[in-house]
């Protein structure tokens, strides 16, 4: 059996004050996990709690068939989909959902959300789809249509429901969560002012990407 980590399950606590005050969720909903690469555990918050009152102790390690290896609080209902997501993406190492406000009108929607800001299409890509068809929260059948609408991007939508996001390391999946929520809401107002959009091409995508991968803040990065 592998060690657990006092410091994974600071990262899901931490990870969870973040959420509530950059407002990409609310009240106690949304989950967070994280996968530790060495022992493949799953650290995952727990279902229901408020995260500004959620503590290391509270935090539910796990393995991916779902066993228990610690945590007395129930684990998050949504552990299928992180789960599934983990099975299916093996670069993915943090996995988020979130309840944002404009993100999840599109959802809602049943559109999918283009890039219409550098930042999400350096990080996020082309455009972001919507898992389909709709599935029952806490189910395993949510995993298997999130993990499907998902792909290799970094973000799906869920009807109804909010977001996923899935990166390598927990910084990134926030810094993901936050830049979608901020292109959704530029894409929104940009729709009510009635004029065209601008979308990029995939010549300029790939090139943004390439750019934030190899060189964007490389050199800075050394001096931290």
Request: glycine share 8%; no cysteine.
């Amino acid at each position: 059996m592998g060690r657990v980590k006092q410091e994974l399950k600071e990262l899901i606590v931490s990870t969870g004050v973040e959420m509530i005050k950059t407002g990409i969720t609310v009240g106690t909903w949304g989950n967070i996990s994280y996968r530790d690469p060495e022992t493949d555990y799953m650290y995952i918050s727990p279902s229901g709690m408020d995260y500004m009152k959620v503590k290391t102790d509270h935090v539910v390690v796990m393995d991916l068939d779902l066993n228990i290896i610690e945590g007395e609080a129930e684990p998050s209902i949504e552990k299928h989909m992180h789960v599934a997501v983990y099975k299916a993406r093996p670069d993915a190492h943090a996995v988020i959902h979130t309840h944002p406000t404009f993100s999840t009108v599109f959802g809602v929607a049943g559109l999918p959300l283009p890039a219409v800001s550098e930042d999400f299409v350096q990080i996020v890509g082309e455009e972001i789809a919507i898992a389909s068809p709709y599935a029952l929260p806490g189910t395993p059948e949510l995993g298997e249509v999130a993990v499907k609408g998902l792909g290799k991007n970094g973000a799906v939508l869920l009807p109804g429901h909010g977001a996923l996001i899935a990166a390598a390391n927990m910084p990134m999946a926030l810094k993901i969560s936050t830049v979608l929520e901020k292109n959704a809401q530029i894409y929104l107002y940009a729709k009510l002012l009635g004029n065209g959009i601008r979308l990029f091409s995939r010549e300029e995508i790939d090139a943004m990407q390439n750019f934030a991968k190899n060189h964007y803040g490389k050199k800075n990065q050394e001096l931290v």
